[in-house]
Nanobody, 119 residues
Framework: VQLQASGGGLVQAGGSLRLSCAAS????????MAWFRQAPGKEREFVAA????????RYRDSVKGRFTISRDNAENTVYLQMNSLKPEDTAVYYC?????????????WGQGTLVTVSS
């Protein structure tokens, strides 16, 4: 499956952004979807994931209550709504797909979109 992330940009602390990830090539609803991020000089880290049908989600602790992952299987798109953004959220955000919701090695990756949060 091919993934194309978009929606990144520059935002002030406390602001919001909505990331999108459009999928193509294979049946989107066969894949759990996730967002990861990588800040400068740091390792890539898990942000959020959603099951194939959107019925369950999970988040890293630092974004709980601020970020929401969702998906539209009719549009082959997964979203990440990010509210109350903090400077420490600055990173390149990647979407990923895998048949298994709890996978530790997602098989398919998008190209990344840069989110910069200014203080």
């Amino acid at each position: 499956v091919q993934l194309q992330a978009s929606g990144g940009g520059l935002v002030q602390a406390g602001g919001s952004l909505r990331l999108s990830c459009a999928a193509s090539g294979r049946t989107f609803s066969n894949y759990a979807m996730a967002w990861f991020r990588q800040a400068p000089g740091k390792e890539r880290e898990f942000v959020a994931a959603i099951t194939k049908n959107g019925g369950d989600t999970r988040y890293r602790d630092s974004v709980k209550g601020r970020f929401t992952i969702s998906r539209d299987n009719a549009e082959n798109t997964v979203y990440l709504q990010m509210n109350s953004l903090k400077p420490e959220d600055t990173a390149v955000y990647y979407c990923a797909a895998d048949p298994f919701y709890y996978s530790t090695q997602y098989n398919f990756w998008g190209q990344g979109t840069l989110v910069t949060v200014s203080s």
